[in-house]
């Protein structure tokens, strides 16, 4: 059974920094786009980045110049780091995974809390 745990998340001032890591017990990692998701509380789940198993990278426009999207394929594991965080950061991030020449984020992990206060 796939799964995909989150960590990393947690209560960081605005400007502060996080880094995620999203672990994925999973056959053929590479064969794998990985992606971050996020969730504010009464707005809908909005994709952050994604990187597919070559190491091509995607933001969204929040998250660029901010936001660093990576993975470890020996480690099957993802990383968000997150520079000069924002209060509207605030959310539930999730891991996600999609198979290689498919549309649908497949896989999802049960998300980690960040929040970004003073």
């Known amino acids: 059974q796939v799964q995909l745990v989150e960590s990393g998340g947690g209560l960081v001032e605005p400007g502060g920094s996080l880094r995620l890591s999203c672990a994925a017990s999973i056959s053929l990692f590479r064969l794998y786009t990985a992606g971050w998701y996020r969730q504010a509380p009464g707005q809908q789940r909005e994709l952050v980045a994604t990187?597919?198993?070559?190491?091509?990278?995607d933001y969204a426009e929040s998250a660029k110049g901010r936001f660093t999207i990576s993975r470890d394929n020996d480690k099957n594991t993802v990383y968000l780091q997150m520079n000069s965080l924002k209060d509207e950061d605030t959310a539930v991030y999730y891991c996600t995974l999609r198979k290689i020449a498919t549309n649908t984020w497949g896989y999802w992990g049960q998300g980690t809390q960040v929040t970004v206060s003073s």
């Open positions: 990187i597919t198993g070559a190491g091509s990278t």
